[in-house]
């Protein structure tokens, strides 16, 4: 596409777009693919292989897990793919999920580089689902790599990583130079025949919230390109050191936390507006804790990135033992915080929070079986978040921020209480829903998140990838297959819908968009996971043994 160049990137401020000549995609695209021989896996670096002091032992080199598939680029806005599906599952969803799919993704001077949120023709309200969410495109790049499209999600990490160089400003307060949009939109001008992208870092979005998930979820999905592909010279290229250097920066600098954990405001997560979602909430922390163990095998070891590297396992230590030391609730812990003695002073304290047992939520002794257990919503003084959220415990799971015990109990649990967590549209996002006068103080009186709705207890399709992954790494992929029939009995009759309400999921989400991409491309992913569980090694990282803590067996693990 020819059009005016401009001289060096545009800064951004509460609008900003960049010209389709200003960033020449094709220099890191056109280098060969790497003919890797298996050798050590991406993820055995392990904690032993570094001390603290500094002691280094390099990784010298990533496994080979498929055979690399050379695609060819497209030209043209609007070229369809010609890709055909690599599964084979007769199930008339698959195909159909496919063609949606395709429908969905955007070009950038006729390179695929992401998906939109939803192609529903019929709101009458765009908003901003026609733009590419970095964390919405992650289960529609997960189908692409399985099915051997490595292009678009090469594309899209590289296009993510040059506006995460763009000046970022809010209101006139500059972000930190780590921070990645929420998303971007590609603007044709079919006069000038030029493209332009104009990135959201929060200024645009409802709330302004700002994206601290971004950079998290863009991490694991190099990874999981350099997994897949078995290509590490994108990870090793000197723009992605600098693009993972730049979110430690940002995420390990001091001040930015106040304990081991990752202080995160109201709505930096996937639940992405006011739900008592503020400090140390679990969903960040899995996916902080995912991020900085895929970071620490793709970084490379040299002047600048031996330190990031040994900043990582003093922080994977330290977040390992708070989490599952401080976050897990069991039968015989939650007995424990029963019975808790209140004021206790000095480093001899059992109740180290301060935690009242009379603020124990009355719902959770009936929740709460005697087999199985869970990662609770947050800890801060004097409160406990007892609520269930689905991605932070199955990225723990995922992630190995779970021991393989509390693995089993959080998998334990999902079947104990499948009416509440599952019901009949897989998937609880959070579990219970707000009510009543709490929902009005905690969410502001917010419409779209009265109980049972949307953030509020909704149940999201999207999830069932996340499970899917779950189940198999924990040996459970019985209870994914009767999450996907579910899905299957409803999902393509109901137009794909972003989410579902009711104690059971069984109405559409009264302001849900239909034909929601990651809807789709979730159940595209948890069907091919289910018929090669090797995908799986895309975003599962096995347990590191130096991180194993010294911690007592509940009863519900010896059940």
């Not at 496919?98 to 969905?104: D, F, G, M, Q, T």
């Not at 409160?383 to 693995?407: C, H, K, V, Y």
């Amino acid at each position: 596409m020819d059009g005016p160049r401009e001289p060096g990137m545009r800064k951004m401020g509460s609008n900003t777009s960049m010209d389709a000549d200003e960033f020449d995609i094709s220099r890191l695209l056109d280098k060969p693919r790497l003919n890797i021989d298996r050798q050590r896996s991406l993820d055995e670096r392990s904690m032993s292989d570094l001390s603290i002091a500094g002691n280094m032992k390099a990784v010298d080199s990533y496994e080979n897990i498929y055979s690399p598939l050379a695609i060819g680029a497209r030209s043209g806005f609007d070229t369809p793919a010609s890709s055909t599906p690599k599964s084979f599952d007769p199930h008339p969803m698959v195909l159909d999920a496919w063609e949606a799919l395709r429908r969905s993704l955007v070009y950038f001077r006729g390179q695929p580089v992401g998906t939109i949120a939803a192609v529903d023709h019929q709101s009458e309200e765009v908003l901003n689902y026609d733009q590419v969410f970095v964390r919405d495109f992650v289960p529609s790049a997960m189908a692409f790599l399985m099915n051997g499209e490595f292009h678009t999600v090469k594309n899209f990490l590289l296009k993510t990583l040059q506006l995460q160089s763009w000046e970022k400003k809010i209101d006139r307060f500059k972000l930190g130079e780590g921070a990645m949009p929420a998303s971007f939109k590609v603007l044709h001008d079919p006069i000038r025949k030029t493209d332009t992208i104009a990135a959201d870092f929060g200024e645009s979005a409802i709330g302004r919230v700002a994206p601290v998930d971004s950079g998290f979820w863009w991490i694991i999905l190099l990874r999981a390109y350099t997994k897949s592909t078995g290509d590490t010279s994108l990870a090793e290229s000197p723009e992605c050191q600098k693009g993972m250097r730049l979110i430690l920066s940002l995420c390990l600098s001091e001040g930015f936390d106040t304990f081991p954990t990752l202080l995160c405001a109201d709505g930096c997560s996937m639940i992405d507006r006011r739900m008592g979602i503020y400090g140390y909430p679990i969903e960040i922390q899995a996916l902080f804790f995912m991020a900085l163990r895929c970071t620490f095998a793709l970084l490379k070891p040299d002047a600048e990135g031996k330190e990031f590297i040994e900043r990582i396992a003093k922080r994977l230590h330290a977040l390992s033992y708070h989490m599952r030391t401080y976050f897990w609730l069991d039968f015989q812990q939650l007995n424990v915080i029963y019975r808790y003695k209140t004021e206790e002073y000095s480093h001899t304290a059992v109740n180290k929070f301060n935690v009242i047992p009379d603020s124990i939520p009355d719902w959770l002794f009936d929740f709460m079986p005697t087999r199985g257990g869970y990662f609770i919503g947050n800890v801060s003084p004097a409160r406990m978040d007892f609520r269930w959220f689905a991605l932070g415990n199955f990225f723990a799971i995922l992630s190995s921020l779970a021991t393989p015990e509390q693995s089993t109990a959080i998998m334990d649990l999902i079947e104990e209480r499948w009416e509440e967590l599952v019901g009949e549209m897989p998937l609880k996002i959070a579990y219970p829903a707000i009510e009543s006068h709490e929902w009005r103080i905690v969410t502001g009186c917010d419409p779209k998140n009265t109980r049972w709705s949307y953030h509020n207890g909704g149940s999201w399709p999207v999830l069932l990838w996340i499970l899917t992954a779950a189940c198999i790494k924990t040996g459970r992929p019985q209870i994914a297959r009767k999450a996907i029939d579910l899905a299957e009995s409803r999902l393509l009759k109901d137009g794909w819908p972003e989410y579902y309400d009711g104690k059971l999921g069984r109405f559409i989400g009264k302001q849900a968009r239909k034909f929601q991409t990651w809807s789709i491309a979730g159940y595209l992913v948890a069907k091919m996971m289910l018929e090669d569980p090797s995908h799986v090694g895309m975003v599962s990282l096995e347990e590191d043994k130096a991180m194993k803590p010294v911690l007592k067996r509940s009863a519900s693990w010896n059940c």
